[in-house]
Structure formats: C-alpha cells, structure tokens
C-alpha cells in the first residue's frame, strides 16, 4: 500500500509563491490518479487540481487555474503543487492524495489514499 507525504508548508506572504510536495512510499505511485486538496478553516475540504497516471493530463479547480501548477515526477514518486501568485484566502490545510478506481477525480471521497496534511498560511 502506497504512503503520502506531504511537505514545503509555510508562511507566505500575499503575492509570492510557493511549492508542495508530495512523497509516496513504494513503486505504485505512478500508476494512480493524484490530487491536492485544501480545507481553510471553517471551510469543507474542496479539490484544487489532479494528474493524470501519465503526467500529461490536469485539472485545476477554477479559483486557482492560471496560479497553480501540479506536476509528477515518476523516477522520485513525488507529486508537486506549485502556487504563483498567493492570496489569503488560500490559506488552509493542502493534503495530497491518490486514487485506486475509476471516479470522479474532483470528489474527495474516491480518493482512498491521502497524506497527513501541511499547513499553508498567506499573510498580507
């Protein structure tokens, strides 16, 4: 069974940028659909962008398309979340997380394998 690590959380200040990343333990990883998702306080858990198996195929929810970029390295099972251009109200938990089936890649509940979360906070 394929673990995540997410690291790189920190404060930022408003505008700057910022880079996410995720370890996965064992060589499973590039065979999974994986994702980053965020939860601001008092807020749900909401998607901000996946991968494809591949690498070649992303999705980014609408708030931060054009700012984010999500990106794979396969030979280092590593997922990234670079964020450009950070406002405060990006400011929340980021979890990484991976998927085993074919779903929805946007709801958090078909995801199955998740990290423990890093802390994000922008400050203006």
């Known amino acids: 069974q394929v673990q995540l690590v997410e690291s790189g959380g920190g404060l930022v200040q408003a505008g700057g940028s910022h880079t996410l990343s995720c370890v996965a333990s064992?060589?499973?990883?590039?065979?999974?659909?994986a994702g980053w998702f965020r939860q601001g306080p008092g807020n749900e858990r909401e998607f901000v962008a996946a991968i494809s198996r591949s690498g070649t195929g992303t999705h980014y929810t609408d708030s931060v398309k054009g700012g984010f970029t999500i990106s794979r390295d396969t030979a280092k099972n590593t997922v990234y979340l670079q964020m450009n251009s950070l406002k405060t109200e990006d400011t929340a938990v980021y979890y990484c997380?991976?998927?085993?089936?074919?779903?929805?890649?946007?709801?958090?509940?078909?995801?199955?394998?998740w990290g423990q979360g890093t802390q994000v906070t922008v400050s203006s």
């Open positions: 997380a991976a998927k085993t089936r074919s779903a929805l890649f946007t709801t958090s509940s078909n995801y199955d394998i």
């Open positions: 064992g060589r499973t990883f590039s065979s999974l659909v």
